[in-house]
Nanobody, 121 residues
Framework: QVRLMESGGDSVQAGGSLRLSCTVSGFRSSRCGMGWHRQIPGKDRETVAVIGNDGTTTYADSVKGRFTASRDNGQTMMYLQMNNLKSEDTAVYYC???????????????WGQGTQVTVSS
């Protein structure tokens, strides 16, 4: 059973920075990765960053150049460094891991409970 728990959410002024952390246990995939997502009430969940199993990271266009996702080598901790925060970054942020599906490859399988980030202008 994979378990994830986020921490680090807070209220900050626009232009400020925050670092989110995610504790990961039970993740054993040798093919799939992990990542960060966010959700604004009333809107679809958005994938913010994906860390592939090989360590490569991809980002949503809305956060490129401002956010950096990383993980430790043991894949037990995941981080999201958020710089130059904007009011539109206000959301609940979730960390998640992928699991292997025989038919469609890697799919998002396990999620943390979420942590609130509020950016005021």
């Amino acid at each position: 059973q994979v378990r994830l728990m986020e921490s680090g959410g807070d209220s900050v002024q626009a232009g400020g920075s925050l670092r989110l952390s995610c504790t990961v246990s039970g993740f054993r995939s040798s093919r799939c990765g992990m990542g960060w997502h966010r959700q604004i009430p009333g809107k679809d969940r958005e994938t913010v960053a994906v860390i592939g199993n090989d360590g490569t990271t991809t980002y949503a266009d809305s956060v490129k150049g401002r956010f950096t996702a990383s993980r430790d080598n043991g894949q037990t901790m995941m981080y999201l460094q958020m710089n130059n925060l904007k009011s539109e970054d206000t959301a609940v942020y979730y960390c998640a891991t992928q699991e292997s599906n025989a038919h469609i490859g890697c799919i998002w399988g396990y999620w943390g409970q979420g942590t609130q980030v509020t950016v005021s202008s």
